[in-house]
């Protein structure tokens, strides 16, 4: 047994293994009373409580903004005419108006203005028709057209005779001109006979040696003459009777028009005399129909006028002008009005906790633009899912979240203190 100690510890591996297991225990035996304490540690009871016992969440948090009670209005231009300005304001932002009261005109204002006091004046001339033909024809402008008649046929008459004797007077001028013409051309024709035989005589002499040349181209001359005389007499004749037959011609149309214009006058004046003389439901009818047609446009016109005057469709307060004085009308309105006095929290409380909101809870609002705290009542709760409108400053929330718009009444004390601030972005704790 010495032996086998001995020679174990004169090996060094002997010796060795030894010191591993005792490390090893030493390790396992600190491992073990770290376990101790930690279970030691632990409490007694360490089971997970029910979930009766955790507390209920008693309300509901959403983000909102401050509107005036029935929103706020856009108020724009009611009219079909798109390139209408804005022609006067008489309104500032912050003024307080009443319902109808005058706030804007557009520059349509004037013509449409125009356009009434037009269809205005047509309507009395249209009615002064009418009383005229209901009262009938006065005696003097019955006498006055049998008069016209009268002064038309005597004008006829004496047109007649003047024109008649005109053409007389023609007619003997023609006569006479004719006569004198003939007359012309046959004593021209003796003179040319005779021409010719005195040239064919002293021709005969020239032959025999009786004369000389000179005194046969004296009768060639003289036979010339005669020749070109009497064809300018014929010429002359043809043209005097052309000219005073086509004056004849032209006077009596002349007068055939005048008589037939003249004629036409008088059976024109005869009809006007027929139709003042008698009062028919006809001519009643017509002037009232027309006059109802005058009255008709005057109801257009005052409702075209109507379009240019912008009225306030509500008691309110004016928040923005939109649209300046001299600018065309803009697509979003000219202003906004909205009922300050009576401003409501409109709350966007997400889809998933709608159904915990009744009509009549308790709400408190808060704001960094005001330093306490609002107080107010849920007064309606919307029947449409929408895209959530106020958006979170935190940039890790969720800005496409659904929402329903939940209205809360002020209570009287808190509506004082936010009457100029439509719109303010504010956070809702509603009570369950």
Known sequence: MQEVTANYLKSPKSWQRPMTVVAILILLGIGGISVYHLRSSSPPNSETPPLDSIPQIQTVTALGRLEPRGEVVAISAATTTPSDRLKELFVKEGDTVTKGQKIALLESYDSASATLKQAQEKVNVAQAKLSQ??????QGEINAQK????????????????????ITRLAAQLQG?????????????????????????????????AISESDLDARRLTLDRSKTQLSEAKATFNKTIATLTQEIRENQAQANETVNTLTQQIQSAMAELNRI????????AVAEAELKEAESAVVKAKAD??????????DGQILDILTLEGEKVANDGIMTIGQTHQMDVVAEVYESDIQKIKIGQQAKITSNAINETLEGTVEKIGLEIQRQQVINTDPTANIDAKVVEVRINLDESSRQKVTDLTNLLVTVTINL
């Open 277 to 284: 003389a008698e009062v028919r439901p006809v001519d009643v």
């Open 177 to 209: 001109e004719k006569a004198e013409q003939i007359a012309t051309i046959e004593r021209l024709k003796a003179e040319l006979s005779n021409a010719e035989r005195e040239f064919q005589r002293y021709q005969q002499l020239a032959q025999n040696g």
């Open 147 to 166: 008069a016209t008649i009268e002064q038309l046929k005597a004008e006829l008459q004496g047109s007649k005779i003047t024109d008649q004797a005109k």
């Open 133 to 138: 033909i209901q009262a009938g024809a006065k």
């Open 305 to 314: 006028l109507d379009l240019s005057i912008i009225n306030s469709p509500q």
